[in-house]
């Protein structure tokens, strides 16, 4: 056998430490796969459980997408490995969250938008009679603010459906965009621009007839040479409030239903789309009274504004003025109607009948909630039943005291054969005692009948629960009472077993002839 040289010795040595560095280096690297395959697996159990509010987002993204390259993909539970498709739908989620963001602040920005867009249409017509002169450019410049308006709430409002469209494919699974463009939708779009588009335009042209006229108009709403071009102006100002339409996505968007993840979670096992519908019974059975308040002020003020807007080319100065628009607003949605103030245009007409539609619907809502909250509840309504009850069973036993004595007196008045009118009048109160008693009995079976009809659900569940537990408990007794028959039955027939094997070796014994 050949001697090793130093060389070789040297050089064997080296390959050991190079497989053992490289063994070592497997090792590791089978470690740290370990490792990344656990930390996925947490980031995954993350992102499952955080689907319904997307909390902590920021941080599973910087952990799980940055590094996707390196993250390996758990094990699926039929033992092969999976894809890339959670870490696709935790970014999803992410995506989700900042568009629903999105369009919270853009709803905001758009709302606040209109509402800049009308308080300066109501400036503009109502310091109009007052600071306008003629050849003054105040009125183009505010005319010029509310177009400005107008064009930045047309851009929020392609911006928000562009947000919603992208949530649309996010909820789709990254679907094709044309997919989401409905004609629906397309409609929808269509008629929120052109709703949002419209707002009084007159000053551009009146300052073009005013350069083209020798004589000096006032710039002025209300002093317009041409009626049809104040009757245009006046309906598009009225129509400017139609842009209130955002207020009901406003409170959709903003309402804690539609933030609460308990909420969508329970609604979505029980197939409930939250809309503004569902947002609405919700407000009006949690906060009735101030919801009604609320929209029964603003509805007043709207109404009567519009409504002198409407009545201030007429000569009638009575309507044009805010106090009697108050006041016709007033008793035209209490349906009262005095009849000392009318409306003389036919916009004033309008509004007054649309008055008096909401104030019957209001009415109908506010007598429902007066009725709810001066009704029992479940409690009171057993203690006051109760009551009633113990009550009257009380005048009942009374009320049969009452026939047998006056049984008794009839019978005693028979007996003695004195006067008649004593028999007639033991007579007519033993009649009135019975027709008492059998009235009384009337009253406690209807009593009865109500509240048998007041159907405790829980109370009932309960029950129903305690007889299937009682039947449950009754049945295992019955299954351990068969066993143990069954067991002391086995051991008789052990018993006469050996009984019988006994008598045998006893009869062997004693007759060994018999086998």
């Known amino acids: 056998m050949p001697?090793?040289?130093?060389?070789?010795?040297?050089?064997?040595?080296?390959?050991?430490?190079?497989?053992?560095?490289?063994?070592?280096?497997?090792?590791?690297r089978g470690d740290g796969r370990d490792l990344v395959c656990a930390l996925e697996m947490e980031l995954t159990n993350r992102s499952l459980s955080n689907k319904m509010d997307c909390v902590s987002c920021d941080d599973l993204l910087n952990r799980n997408c940055a590094n996707s390259a390196e993250v390996s993909v758990p094990l699926s539970p039929m033992g092969k490995r999976a894809t890339h498709m959670e870490g696709d739908d935790l970014c999803r989620l992410i995506d989700r969250k900042f568009?629903?963001?999105?369009?919270?602040?853009?709803?905001?920005?758009?709302?606040?938008?209109?509402?800049?867009?009308?308080?300066?249409?109501?400036i503009h017509a109502e310091i109009c009679p007052y600071v306008y002169e003629p050849g003054s450019k105040v009125s183009l410049v505010t005319n010029c603010s509310i177009s400005l308006s107008t064009g930045c709430l047309?851009?929020?409002?392609?911006?928000?459906?562009?947000?919603?469209?992208?949530?649309?494919?996010?909820?789709?699974?990254?679907?094709?965009?044309?997919?989401?463009i409905t004609s629906h939708r397309v409609l929808v779009i269509t008629l929120?621009?052109?709703?949002?588009?419209?707002?009084?335009?007159?000053?551009?042209?009146?300052?073009?007839?005013?350069?083209?006229s020798s004589s000096a108009a006032p710039l002025c709403i209300s002093s317009h040479h041409d009626k049809a071009l104040l009757d245009m102006?006046?309906?598009?100002?009225?129509?400017?409030?139609?842009?209130?339409y955002l207020v009901h996505r406003a409170i959709l968007l903003h309402s804690k239903v539609l933030l609460s993840a308990s909420y969508?979670?329970?609604?979505?096992?029980?197939?409930?789309?939250?809309?503004?519908?569902?947002?609405?019974?919700?407000?009006?059975?949690?906060?009735?009274?101030?919801?009604?308040?609320?929209?029964?002020?603003?509805?007043?003020?709207?109404?009567?504004?519009?409504?002198?807007?409407?009545?201030?080319?007429?000569?009638?100065?009575a309507t044009s003025r805010m106090d009697t628009a108050l006041w016709l607003i007033a008793i035209t949605f209490l349906t009262v109607g005095y009849g000392d103030v009318a409306p003389q245009t036919s916009c004033g007409k309008g509004v007054c009948l649309f008055t008096g539609v909401m104030g019957v619907a209001c009415t109908a809502m506010l007598v429902a909630i007066v009725t709810e909250k001066l009704a029992l509840n479940k409690g009171e309504k057993h203690v006051h039943f109760f009551m009633m009850d113990s009550q009257i069973s009380k005048r009942i036993r009374h009320a049969a005291a009452n026939v047998l004595r006056e049984c008794w007196l009839l019978h005693r008045a028979n007996l003695a054969k004195g006067r008649r009118d004593e028999h007639r009048?033991?007579?007519?109160?033993?009649?009135?005692?019975?027709?008492?008693?059998?009235?009384?009995?009337?009253?406690?079976?209807?009593?009865?009948?109500?509240?048998?009809?007041?159907?405790?659900?829980?109370?009932?569940?309960?029950?129903?629960?305690d007889l299937s537990a009682n039947w449950n408990n009754s049945y295992r007794e019955l299954e351990q009472?068969?066993?143990?028959?069954?067991?002391?039955?086995?051991?008789?027939?052990?018993c006469f077993q050996q009984t019988s094997e006994l008598l045998s070796e006893v009869l062997r014994h004693r007759n060994p002839e018999i086998r």
């Open 3 to 28: 001697s090793l040289t130093r060389e070789d010795t040297a050089a064997g040595s080296r390959r050991a430490d190079d497989g053992g560095a490289e063994s070592r280096g497997r090792e590791t």
């Open 192 to 212: 929120e621009l052109l709703v949002c588009v419209i707002h009084p335009v007159g000053s551009y042209w009146e300052v073009d007839l005013y350069a083209n």
């Open 264 to 317: 969508r979670s329970i609604g979505s096992l029980n197939n409930i789309n939250f809309t503004f519908r569902f947002v609405l019974k919700v407000l009006m059975n949690k906060h009735p009274a101030r919801t009604l308040l609320v929209f029964i002020l603003l509805f007043w003020l709207t109404a009567s504004w519009t409504l002198t807007l409407c009545e201030r080319r007429t000569e009638a100065l």
């Open 425 to 465: 009048r033991h007579q007519r109160c033993l009649l009135e005692a019975i027709r008492v008693f059998r009235h009384l009995r009337l009253k406690q079976r209807k009593l009865r009948d109500y509240v048998s009809e007041m159907v405790d659900l829980p109370k009932m569940q309960m029950i129903m629960c």
């Open 99 to 122: 568009l629903i963001e999105d369009k919270k602040r853009l709803c905001a920005l758009a709302l606040g938008t209109a509402l800049v867009g009308i308080l300066l249409m109501i």
């Open 154 to 180: 047309l851009i929020l409002i392609i911006a928000f459906h562009y947000k919603d469209i992208r949530l649309f494919i996010i909820d789709h699974k990254e679907v094709d965009w044309r997919i989401a």
């Open 481 to 494: 009472r068969i066993l143990f028959m069954e067991q002391k039955l086995d051991e008789l027939t052990r």
């Open 233 to 244: 102006e006046l309906l598009l100002s009225m129509l400017m409030f139609l842009r209130l």
